[in-house]
């Protein structure tokens, strides 16, 4: 089982719906979830982070953590054709010395 | 623009040939953790350093290595290159290297390996 698994995808959504994205991940001892977004061919840059059960919003993104069920997700409301890029889903152990553990990534396409 | 600097963008190297790939960290960041990202793939953790020391360290040979420097910029080496070297190498600095801390990645250096 890998560490930290998202759907590949590609996620297609129109102009405007809500796109969601899901991660799980195998360590319990996991204290800080992190979503980055990684337009083709750049390098990742954050769009949220989480480190309590619930949810946590800020702008159009909401980002949720169930720790009892170990997966983290980020909803995109009004999507828009610009959101289209790889999401990418990281998670930092305890003790871990900050090292990321990243998923694959799932790509999100929106159409116009 | 996060602030941390990465130089060379792009670098053709072959087979068994030696690579130093250079990284500045953001201003007030002391740590540095340099990733490696194969096609279609996540970033995966190479090592991490605080304060001039490595502070640890994934799955990767001993033939990759690095350094900090006092002002915290570090160097990614790598030596006898491989094919499946092939990848985007992307360096990310934090304030302290907490396990909380948010990670900021440089624009990154893509690496061919023929």
């Known amino acids: 089982q890998k560490e930290v698994e998202q759907n590949s995808g590609p996620l297609s959504v129109p102009e405007g719906a809500i796109a969601s994205l899901n991660c799980t991940y195998s360590?319990?001892?996991?204290?800080?979830f992190f979503w980055y977004r990684q337009y083709s061919g750049k390098s990742p840059e954050l769009i949220m982070f989480i480190y309590s059960n619930g949810d946590k919003e800020d702008g159009r993104f909401t980002a949720q953590l169930n720790k009892a069920s170990q997966y983290v997700s980020l909803l995109i409301r009004d999507s828009q054709p610009s959101d289209s890029a790889t999401y990418l889903c990281a998670v930092n152990r305890e003790g871990s010395q900050g090292n990321l553990i990243f998923g694959k990534g799932t790509k999100l396409s929106v159409k116009p | 623009e996060t602030g941390v600097t990465q130089s060379p963008t792009h670098l053709i190297k072959t087979r068994g040939q030696q690579v130093t790939l250079r990284c500045s960290s953001q201003s007030g960041h002391n740590t540095v953790s340099w990733y490696q990202q194969a096609l279609g793939q996540g970033p995966q953790f190479i090592f991490q350093?605080?304060?001039?020391?490595?502070?640890g360290r994934g799955n990767f040979p001993p033939r990759f290595s690095g350094l900090q420097f006092p002002n915290y910029s570090s160097e990614l080496n790598v030596n006898a290159l491989e094919l499946d070297d092939s990848a985007l190498y992307l360096c990310?600095?934090?304030?302290?290297?907490?396990?909380?801390?948010?990670?900021?990645f440089g624009p990154g250096t893509r690496l061919l390996v023929l």
């Open positions: 990310a600095s934090s304030p302290s290297g907490s396990p909380k801390e948010t990670q900021y």
């Open positions: 360590d319990r001892g996991s204290q800080s």
């Open positions: 350093y605080y304060r001039e020391e490595e502070n």
